[in-house]
């Protein structure tokens, strides 16, 4: 399977990090998540990553815009990637006192409309695997890779 290609340049904005993968700004409200150390040849671990956070937005779920599955090219190598929407940076640890209440029960909400739609969200507990995206007044789950898809939920949203 031939995937696209981005090339990662020094202008491209890395904006956190995690033991599996880094995120990098492409500019325009699109950014990549480059999968690294032991998990950057796993294409099933990254594939199944691509493909729940896809699921999840078919179905209503608040996050980010999967577009594709990518190679992602950098001086240092090779690395597959998702090519997906830069949502900012703004993990549920860092909203502003004023906007916590807004923020936690809008995060609530999602983990409750992904559970209902038949996912088994194992760590969207946690207040790093959330954005909070202040112009919209929205949180939106991230890191979707652990995810299982049960097939049974309420429907669309």
């Known amino acids: 399977m031939k995937l696209d290609e981005i090339y990662l340049k020094e202008n491209n904005l890395k904006k956190e990090g995690s033991k599996y993968c880094d995120f990098y700004s492409l500019g325009n409200g699109e950014g990549v998540r ?22 999840a937005y078919e179905k209503g779920v608040l996050v980010p815009e999967p577009y594709s599955l990518v190679e992602v090219k950098t001086d240092e190598g090779n690395y597959l990637g998702i090519h997906m929407r830069d949502l900012g940076k703004v993990t549920l640890e860092d909203v502003l006192p004023q906007d916590w209440e807004d923020a936690r029960d809008s995060w609530i909400k999602q983990v409750l409309k992904a559970n209902m739609a038949g996912f088994s969200c194992n760590d969207s507990n946690k207040k790093r695997n959330a954005l909070w995206v202040p112009e919209e007044r929205k949180t939106y789950l991230i890191d979707c890779d652990f995810w299982k898809y049960n097939g049974i939920g309420w429907g669309d949203f």
């Not at 990254?46 to 729940?52: L, Q, R, V």
């Open 34 to 55: 480059v999968f690294n150390k032991k998990e950057k040849d796993n294409f099933d671990f990254i594939s199944n990553a691509f493909n729940m956070n896809k699921l």
